[in-house]
Every structure is written in C-alpha cells, then in structure tokens.
C-alpha cells in the first residue's frame, strides 16, 4: 500500500475530483431517493404496503455491500472498487426505470443498492488518503458537497417527475443511473493518487470488520447517532407531525432548515473546532440530538406557527449534529485505520451506519405504532445523553495527535 506522499491541500485537483464525484452521485440520490416509494406505487402498481418493503431491500443488500467494499477496497485498491461499484449502480438504478415485474424490481434495487454500498467504503477510502493534514476539513467538504447535491437533485425531480406520466420516472432514473457513471469519470484522474490495494496475502479475505477495539467502540456509537438523530428527520419529524394532524408543509420547512444549516454552518464550524478534540465534538454532537428531540417534543400541541417554528429549530440542531459528525467521525476512523486496513475500517463505520438507517424506522415506526410518540422523544433524547457519555470514554483510548481536529 503506497499513501499519497505528497500532502495534497484540501484545494487541490484530486481532493477536487473524489468532491465532485461526490457531489454528482448525491444529485441523482436526491433525484430520485425520496420518490421510489410514490413511483412503485403509482406507476408500478405496487401496493403500498409492498412497495415500502421494497424500498428497504437496498438497505438490506448493504449490509452485505458494505463490508464487501472494504475488503475489496484493501485487496484491489479503491479506484477499481468504486469503478465497480458505481458501473453495478448505474447498471441497476436504470434497469429500475424500466423494470416492470415484481421480480425485475426486486432485482435491479438488489443490484443497484449492491454497487453504491460497494462503492461507499472505497470513496471514503480515497478521501482519508487524499489529505492525510486535513482529513476533517476533507469530510466536512464532503457532507457540505452532499448535501448541496441532494437538495439540488430533490429539487430537479420536481421538475422532471410528474405523477401522472410513468415515462418521467423512466427519465428520472436513467438520469440517476448517469450520475454515477459521472462520478466514475471525476475518480477516474485518481486511479493512481489514491493508491493500490494489497493485491494478495497482506489483507486474507476473512475479518471484512478488524479486531480493533476502538474501531468497535466507534461502530457501536455510529448505530447509536444514526438511530437517534442522524436517520430520523423522514420518520420521527414525520410521525410527530401526522399524529398531531399538522399540515405536512411543517415536514418541507423542517427539511429546508435542516439542509440550510449544513450548507451554512459547515465551514465556519471547523474553523471554530480546529485543534478540538474530536470525541468531545461527537460528545456535543450527541447533546444537539438530545435537544434535537426535547425541542420537538415541547412542540407538541401547540399552534401550527408554533409548531412549524419548534421544528424548525430542532430540524436545524439536528443539521448541527451532523456538521460536527461530518469533522470528527470519518476522519477519526480514518486516523485510526492501518493503511493496508483503511477500507475495511471506513466499510465498517458506513456498515454500523446502514444498521442504524433499518433500526431507526423500526423503533420509531414500532412506538409510533403503540401510538407512543411522547415516548419516542424521550427514549430518542435520553439514548443520545448516553451516547455522549460513551464519546467520553472513548476519549482516553484515542491517542491525542489522531483526536485533535485537523484544519
């Protein structure tokens, strides 16, 4: 394994490229992500029960995506990984626009939700050795990137996607599948600066997740952030609204202030939190959360402006949270992981956040079920002080050098 030797800047062309690649394939996720549900339904004829299952298929397959990534990741590098990956992607997401059948559907979000899962651990890969200064600098650029990619791409498929024409969602999804054929093309330059998988007997194909202690400490809170905060915003904002019978535009303002805020916040909080350690950035991270819930829950009864104006507030302390999780999470791992390891540690992380994404529905969809939704806040705030607790500790089992914050 051969890192970038010289210290590229986080202005640099291939931190510029691994950005973009970024940036193109979130348009097309932001496209076309939040519609599948509605475009089974309505132009596949799926029931809705049906449908929504579906949906989760892809989430299931990168369970096994995921750390699959990793291991390729180490052993062929993360330029040929993400190649594969992202053609897989492509190949499904396109046939999803043209699938009819039950099983064809099934199929092409099986094999699309395969390639991006496998690409993810590669991209981060090529992002932690791009810049090994400025690694928190790198992935806070990177939520920035995505985000600004999602909520661009949610807003061209409103252009694109009309309800009552099945060929738009037809379109949509070639779109989508070309997005990742983009980012293939932004990687491309990086084929020889993000470095070479082992290629052999270094990194065996067993233990896709390493023995690392602090690894699994980070992966165990990573479940914990996606579940209480960080995987919430389309279910536990949502639930709170339908059973207060509010108007579903509190949903879009909540998501609007939400996005704002990472676009707005991100760069002037690193330069806030440079030299910080980064434990105690996932320590207040998990405070915003915690606020995040009791804010929506003094939100409950109140006038529509009221309401509206509580969610907003808690939808942008949740923005907060994963701008600090955006600096600290990612590049720690990223400081912690052997070279020759990288992939397998960044697939690890990303796996514990997939875990968290199928959890969180659950638990909120299983309380909200037992119409306890005063209950989900309160489990929802109260596991997030404990989570803080637990960055702390962490704290003395991480050297300093790889926990204080980059610029």
Not at 135 to 147: D, E, I, Q, T
Not at 232 to 247: L, M, N, T, V
Not at 371 to 381: G, K, Q, S, T, W
């Amino acid at each position: 394994m051969h890192e970038v030797t010289s210290r590229q800047s986080t202005s640099s062309g291939p931190v510029r490229w691994a950005l973009a690649a970024e940036s193109a394939s979130a348009f097309g996720t932001g496209m076309t992500g939040p519609l599948l549900v509605i475009y089974l339904h309505s132009a596949r004829g799926l029931p809705l029960g049906l449908a929504t299952v579906v949906g989760g298929v892809s989430a299931l397959i990168s369970l096994l995506g995921n750390p699959s990534g990793g291991v390729l990741t180490d052993r062929f590098g993360p330029w040929r990984t993400a190649a594969g990956g992202l053609v897989v992607a492509a190949l499904g997401t396109a046939a999803l626009g043209v699938a009819g059948q039950l099983w064809q559907i099934l199929l092409a979000v099986g094999v699309g939700g395969l390639g991006l899962s496998v690409s993810m651990p590669a991209q981060d890969t090529v992002l932690g050795r791009l810049s090994p200064e400025h690694r928190s600098r790198v992935f806070a650029l990177r939520s920035l990137v995505f985000n600004a990619g999602l909520g661009v791409g949610a807003l061209a498929g409103t252009v694109v996607i009309d309800r009552q024409n099945p060929a738009s969602f037809t379109v949509a999804y070639v779109c989508d599948a070309l997005t990742f054929l983009v980012a293939l093309c932004c990687l491309a330059p990086l084929r020889h600066v993000a470095g070479r998988g082992s290629g052999g007997s270094r990194t065996p194909w067993i233990s896709p997740i390493p023995a690392d202690p602090r690894l699994l400490r980070l992966c165990a809170l990573q479940v914990v952030f996606t579940v209480v905060g960080l995987g919430q915003i389309q279910y536990a904002f949502a639930g709170w609204i339908e059973y207060h019978d509010a108007s579903p535009r509190l949903m879009s303002l909540a998501f609007l202030a939400n996005v704002a805020t990472v676009v707005i916040v991100q760069m002037p909080a690193l330069r806030v939190t440079r030299g910080r350690l980064r434990t105690r950035l996932m320590a207040g991270m998990c405070v915003c959360l915690a606020l995040v819930w009791l804010v929506t829950l003094v939100s409950g009864g109140r006038s529509q402006l009221s309401m509206g104006a509580l969610l907003a507030i808690a939808a942008a302390l949740l923005g907060l949270g994963e701008i600090l999780h955006a600096i600290s999470l990612p590049s720690l791992v990223n400081e912690l992981a052997p070279e020759e390891l990288r992939g397998r540690y960044n697939g690890a992380v990303i796996l514990a956040g997939t875990t968290g994404m199928i959890l969180g529905p659950v638990i909120t969809g299983g309380l909200l079920q037992l119409n306890r939704p005063y209950l989900l806040m309160m489990i929802l705030a109260g596991a997030a002080l404990g989570a803080a607790a637990l960055c702390l500790r962490l704290e003395r089992h991480v050297p300093r050098a790889a926990n204080a914050v980059d610029g």
